[in-house]
């Protein structure tokens, strides 16, 4: 007999529940179930950062956890930095406008990743950006496009809270 649950989690803001197999991963409940298909899945074993998105404010892996681990927690995913899908994100407008999109596919991982980052360093400098993008792989090319984008938005993100 398949083992299912039912789970019930806020995601980008919104409850949402569904029953799962206690075997489907996280990321592919965010996809399959629920239609956010900008999780994206590359190494599927925790190497990548593709997958990554926001639990409870920390990036995480989604493919390393379990749908049923995510009941009653909080989840941000990359259609959640802009969820009127008509203003930009500072960090998205900063990729877009330095060159950080790139392949485009492991994108929605980087943002995740940056957006926990620079909440947490509101100021920081370049080593500081390389270092947390380190669990980021990025194959198509160096990492510049990215790195600056991650810069210019820590600037309109800290001229936005005035600090
Ligand atoms: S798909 Fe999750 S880390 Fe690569
Ligand atoms: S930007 Fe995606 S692999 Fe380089």
Excluded: K, W
């Amino acid at each position: 007999m398949t083992d299912r649950r039912r789970i019930a989690l806020t995601v980008n803001g919104l409850q949402r529940d569904g029953e799962v197999e206690g075997r489907l991963l996280l990321a592919d409940f965010l996809r399959h179930h629920l239609g956010l298909t900008g999780t994206h899945l590359g190494c599927e074993h925790g190497v990548c950062g593709a997958c990554t998105v926001l639990v409870d404010g920390q990036a995480t892996r989604s493919c390393l956890m379990l749908a049923v681990q995510a009941n009653g927690r909080s989840i941000t995913t990359v259609e959640g930095l802009a969820p009127d899908g008509e203003a930009s994100h500072p960090l998205q407008a900063a990729f877009h406008e330095r060159h950080g999109l790139q392949c485009g596919f492991c994108t929605p991982g980087f943002l995740m990743t940056l957006v926990e980052f620079l909440e947490e360093n509101p100021e920081p400098d370049e080593a500081a950006v390389r270092e947390a993008l380190s669990g980021n792989l990025c194959r198509c090319t160096g990492y510049q496009g990215i790195v600056d984008a991650a810069l210019q938005a820590s600037a309109s993100l800290r001229e936005t809270s005035g600090q």
